[in-house]
């Protein structure tokens, strides 16, 4: 690949001390501490920045070379794809509607991981970590890019695909659940928003959305989805390592940095689980043709890596996260949960669904033997009865949320599978609700900056959701599809269900004429 | 003892890859995922330069990996020569 040169090339130690260390100063017009004025208030101690070490010591010169080929990869095959009609190549274009919710749900937090990177990198002292960032900021912007550039090949021929990114993300109830993930991080110190997004979501979980899944999307024929996702997961390996270098840096600076990342660890684990529903419903029921299981992949990435990186974490005092005992019981429920939720609000949803299958059902009671059948399945069965004799059921009535992870209280009592778990917690007289002991636990740490939050559904009670100029007292007012309309969903078209809908008639109208003359 | 793992794209560039890692590790167990390949090891993993380098037949920089690189686990140490990715428990 390089030009052979005569004179011996510096080594990777060397270079990456010149490339970075070598490129920092002491400031002198401002002392240190003005010029960095986010380094300290959240607490953490360092007492030595250069003891901080890039473990791929990655400089920007390899940097640049080594994203530019992953670009031309990554292009080459999405000109390939478009050329070629590949999306008459995918399984069944119920598969689609798991990429409008990644490009909907995900694709936005990229853009702004790009952006709190920036910032991190910005208010940072230590030259090391200032690199990583800015490499780490400019990978993320280009995710958002190249997702969104992938996608638009489904834009052409699909419904939903127009508005997700940009539009709906910043409106669309079950949309918040990701963006106050992210705006939650953001809107904390520099070494918290390390925690949460360079160690809790790239290092614990982002395996669990960028490996299984995208080997989903390859076996149900999405060549542009599995090449974007495994292109950005290769940048992922590098922040996971920043991550895990964050963690044990700040951990070896100074032992009073122990409680306040433990802390963190543990707010920022359940925050992620909690935004994992989406991911974990996407691939028990919206992957026509399945790799693993949710559990599974959970048992893999979550329990036997996770519990790798704790167990290595332990000697400095790290404990597992509290919210270990919860997830192993979830973890045979929340995709179930998770898809009867948006089976009821797919009029309010910006994708199609659908009920699964016979054989599905079968897959999913063999995958989940200890809940599926119980629980379930009979959910399934009647409202399939129901479906059946034209009485389809959609909930018309607005859920609670959970304040802090914003998810509709959905879940159950770890003890008690049929019975809704709330928390009520109280705050300067008023009453909050919370969807688990761990949503509690962080509202409770920290009211003042969660009675904030933008709740959609309060939102639209409170009349915010309509398009401009909506006159609620006018005859005839149909508040749904008012803030359908302030969503940009498209009702009778990006909405409800799958069969009987426009994605399914095109598609099978394409196919067959990819395969015929006439 | 915990796991260490690497996985990679399934292509060309790899093929080679993954035959070094898994001669130069006896222990590792080969995990082959539609379009992807994931190798798991006990306890710690190690990719050589020069084991690439010979199976390929030209200069290899190991930085290289990351363009075919999917995720990994485990503490990371990279030089010219190897990359290790390690469990310390």
Redesign the interface.
């Known amino acids: ?2 030009m052979k040169t005569t004179k011996k090339k510096l ?3 060397e270079k990456y001390a010149h490339m970075t260390r070598g490129l920092g100063w002491e400031t002198s017009y401002q002392p240190m501490d003005k010029v960095f004025p986010q380094a300290t208030f959240e607490g953490i101690k360092i007492h030595d920045w250069d003891k901080w070490e890039d ?4 400089t920007m010169d ?1 940097y640049w070379k ?1 994203q530019a ?2 670009e031309r ?1 990554l292009y080459a095959v999405l000109d390939a794809f478009a050329q070629n009609n590949g999306h008459l190549g995918i399984t069944d274009a119920r598969y689609l509607n798991a990429v409008k919710l990644f490009l909907s749900g995900i694709s936005p937090l990229e853009y702004v991981a790009h952006r709190g990177f920036a910032a991190a990198g910005r208010n940072f002292p230590g030259v090391g970590p200032r690199v990583a960032c800015l490499m780490q900021s400019i990978d993320e912007v280009r995710h958002a890019q190249t997702q969104i550039h992938a996608l638009s090949n489904y834009n052409k021929f699909y419904e939903g695909f127009h508005a997700g990114a940009t539009h709906q993300i910043e409106r669309v109830w079950y949309l918040s659940v990701p963006k106050s993930f992210f705006d939650d991080a953001f809107s904390a110190g520099p070494f918290e928003w390390m925690i949460a997004i360079g160690f809790s979501f790239e290092y614990v979980l982002t ?1 669990l959305l ?3 899944f ?3 999307a ?2 149900n024929g999405d060549m542009a989805t ?1 090449t974007f996702g ?1 292109s950005a ?2 940048d ?3 922040h ?2 920043l991550g ?1 270098e964050c963690i044990k840096f700040m951990l070896e600076q100074d032992p009073d940095n122990l409680p306040i990342v433990q802390k963190w660890i543990d707010k920022w684990a359940w925050r992620g689980v909690r935004v994992l529903t989406l991911v974990a419903m996407m691939m028990d029921y919206m992957l026509p043709k399945r ?1 693993m299981s949710w559990k599974e992949a959970w048992e893999i990435y979550f329990e ?2 996770g ?3 704790f ?2 974490l ?2 400095y005092g790290i404990k597992v996260p509290e919210c270990l005992t919860q997830c192993s019981i979830d973890k045979e429920h929340i995709s179930h949960q998770a898809w009867c939720t948006f089976y009821q609000y797919a009029h309010a949803s910006a994708f199609h669904t659908w009920l699964p299958n016979a054989e599905e059902m079968d897959w999913l009671s063999a995958k989940y033997p200890n809940t599926f059948d119980k629980y379930y399945r009979p959910r399934y069965e009647q409202w399939r009865e129901m479906a059946d004799k034209g009485e389809r059921f959609y909930n018309n009535t607005l859920p609670m949320l959970c304040q802090v992870c914003q998810i509709p209280m959905v879940f159950t009592e770890p003890d008690d599978p049929t019975k809704i778990c709330y928390r009520e917690s109280e705050y300067q007289g008023e009453k909050y609700h919370t969807c688990s002991d761990g949503c509690q636990h962080i509202f409770d740490d920290e009211p003042e900056k969660y009675i904030q939050a933008w709740l959609p559904v309060h939102q639209i009670y409170q009349g915010n959701c309509f398009p401009e100029g909506t006159d609620p007292t006018a005859e005839g007012f149909d508040p749904m599809l008012k803030v359908l309309e302030w969503y940009h969903i498209q009702n009778g078209k990006d909405n409800l269900d799958y069969e009987g809908s426009g994605d399914q008639a095109n598609f099978a109208a394409w196919r067959g004429m990819a395969t015929q003359n006439t | 003892m915990s796991t260490v793992f690497i996985a990679f794209q399934t292509n060309e560039d790899t093929r080679p890859i993954i035959e070094s890692i898994l001669a130069d590790n006896p222990h590792a167990v080969l995990d082959e995922q539609p379009a992807m390949v994931k190798i798991n090891a006990e306890g710690r993993l190690v990719i050589k330069r020069e084991s690439i380098e010979e199976r390929i037949g030209r200069d290899f920089d190991l930085q290289e990996l990351q363009v075919n690189l999917i995720t990994l686990s485990g503490n990371m140490d990279e030089d010219d020569d190897q990359l290790t990715l390690a469990w310390k428990n």
Do not use: C, H, I, W
């Not at chain 1, 473990?55 to 990655?58: I, Q, S, V, Y």
């Open positions: 690949m390089d080594g990777l130690k473990p791929f010591r990655l390899a080594y080929e992953k990869k395996n960028f490996v299984p995208m080997s989903g390859a076996y599995v495994f997961q290769s992922e390996a590098r996971m390592t895990l790799v036997q890596n519990g790798a990186l167990n290595d332990a000697k």
